[in-house]
């Protein structure tokens, strides 16, 4: 962001530190006890810490607690409209694959390290767009 000109804006930037420890048979996020700063240069090229939040939900709003519903909901909701909208486009066949691993996909993707999916909860997010 430096080399166009931009800054991070520090009271709008924050930052978590996830562990996930087994409790009960299931993997459960905590806070990591580590303790160090991350520091961020301001437009005015002062260095500030930036704002360490708890691990309560993660940036796009999604509990942490293991409750898959909510992320299940959304993304599936994200592939509906997708699939939707290129439906009425009426691309190739050839067209509609590449659009769908260009958007859809990278889009439903991208959280995916963050989840616990089954195969089976997968393939129903992903179901309304193919």
Known sequence: ???IGGALASDKTYWYLVEFVWKRG???AADAPLEFDLIAKTEDNNFVSLNRL???CLEFGWPLTGAKQKMI???RTSAVEWGAKIRKGGPSQEEAWQASHSTVAAKLKYPLAA???TERECTSIMAPAI
């Open 1 to 3: 962001m430096e080399v």
């Open 73 to 75: 909901q959304e993304m």
């Open 54 to 56: 708890s691990c309560r």
């Open 26 to 28: 299931k993997w459960v």
């Open 115 to 117: 989840c616990t999916f």
